[in-house]
T-cell receptor
Framework: GAGVSQTPSNKVTEKGKYVELRCDPI?????LYWYRQSLGQGPEFLIY????????DSGLPNDRFFAVRPEGSVSTLKIQRTERGDSAVYLC?????????????FGPGTRLTVL | GQNIDQPTEMTATEGAIVQINCTYQTSGFNGLFWYQQHAGEAPTFLSYNVLDGLEEKGRFSSFLSRSKGYSYLLLKELQMKDSASYLCAVRDNYGQNFVFGPGTRLSVLP
């Protein structure tokens, strides 16, 4: 079956612009996570959805970052007034449920470059 | 605060055994995960520990000691394709916040 997909695979934007990054989780997975990863570092947790609601958004760095999952499937990460420091690979992952040993399946990521 | 430490880089020889250590200090604990990440690719799940002890899965084993805040990943019969970064991650108690370590870049030499 299809894995987690993310679009676009690459996004180049200018400082100050608005961007949207999309994640399509594995069908039937109720838990969805967003991370960002800089070169040579581990993924940094941003937000976790259980169904349609953001169960934990403690990793969002500031109010320029926002994510939605209106129908409990596809999620969009939105970044306003982008800054050069936002440049990273943004990873999405989904799991069947949020607890226990349920492994997260990661998408290929969106590489965001802010010029 | 949340902190996970791993060695930055390790080198081993094909066919050998390597142990990658991970120590953690987190506000809560609800499971420890190991992931493998090849360069330019997404992480893939290797193992999960929530109770103390050793979990074995083929050539890979993972150990956890909650009292010491310590885990290791053991890779046996190393193959060239095992060259990758290995990420240790802890899920904290209060939600689903996953804290990842910086990763250990393993190079397997012929």
């Amino acid at each position: 079956g299809a894995g987690v997909s993310q679009t676009p695979s690459n996004k180049v934007t200018e400082k100050g612009k608005y961007v949207e990054l999309r994640c399509d989780p594995i069908s039937g997975h109720t838990a969805l996570y967003w991370y960002r990863q800089s070169l040579g570092q581990g993924p940094e947790f941003l937000i976790y959805f259980q169904g349609t609601g953001a169960a934990d958004d403690s990793g969002l760095p500031n109010d320029r970052f926002f994510a939605v999952r209106p129908e409990g499937s596809v999620s969009t990460l939105k970044i306003q007034r982008t800054e050069r420091g936002d440049s990273a690979v943004y990873l999405c992952a989904s799991s069947l449920t949020g607890g226990g040993s349920n492994e997260q399946f990661f998408g290929p990521g969106t590489r965001l470059t802010v010029l | 605060g949340q902190n996970i430490d791993q060695p930055t880089e390790m080198t081993a020889t094909e066919g050998a055994i390597v142990q990658i250590n991970c120590t953690y200090q987190t506000s809560g604990f609800n499971g420890l995960f190991w992931y493998q990440q090849h360069a330019g690719e997404a992480p893939t799940f290797l193992s999960y520990n929530v109770l103390d002890g050793l979990e074995e899965k083929g050539r890979f084993s993972s150990f956890l000691s909650r009292s010491k805040g310590y885990s290791y990943l053991l890779l046996k019969e190393l193959q060239m394709k095992d060259s990758a970064s290995y990420l240790c991650a802890v899920r904290d108690n209060y939600g689903q916040n996953f804290v990842f370590g910086p990763g250990t870049r393993l190079s397997v030499l012929p």
